[in-house]
């Protein structure tokens, strides 16, 4: 089993940063464990935000978010990051950190078997 624990969300203003931590714990969690973030806005069905590789060298972001947000991740440490700047209202959603045992990068809903729970990120204008 692995556990994902989201953490970081809330509250801020639009035009500002926002920094999301993924700890990973369970005895199926590897560092070959690709990772991945996605969101979830009311009425909406769960879109892809970004995604890394199990080295953290390779990334892979959708299209709302480049340029505005850096994923990464340590390895020695079990966690994920999402480094979200320039925040818009069109942000807001729950996020989800989530991750799958492959050496690739995933990017859909379906390619990944482990979720978190899920934290509010709520930009306001």
């Known amino acids: 089993q692995v556990q994902l624990d989201e953490s970081g969300g809330g509250l801020v203003q639009a035009g500002g940063s926002l920094r999301l931590s993924c700890a990973a714990s369970?005895?199926?969690?590897?560092?070959?464990?690709?990772m991945g973030w996605f969101r979830q806005a009311p009425g909406k069905e769960r879109e892809f935000v970004a995604a890394?590789?199990?080295?953290?060298?390779?990334?892979y972001y959708a299209d709302s978010v480049k340029g505005r947000s850096t994923i990464s991740r340590d390895n020695a440490k079990n966690t994920m990051y999402l480094q979200m700047n320039s925040l818009k209202s069109e942000d807001t959603a729950v996020y989800y950190c989530?991750?799958?045992?492959?050496?690739?990068?995933?990017?859909?809903?379906?390619?990944?078997?482990?979720w978190g729970q899920g934290i509010q990120v709520t930009v306001s204008s």
């Open positions: 369970g005895r199926s969690f590897s560092s070959r464990h690709a």
């Open positions: 989530a991750a799958v045992f492959s050496y690739g990068l995933p990017s859909s809903v379906g390619e990944y078997d482990s």
């Open positions: 890394i590789n199990w080295r953290g060298y390779s990334t």
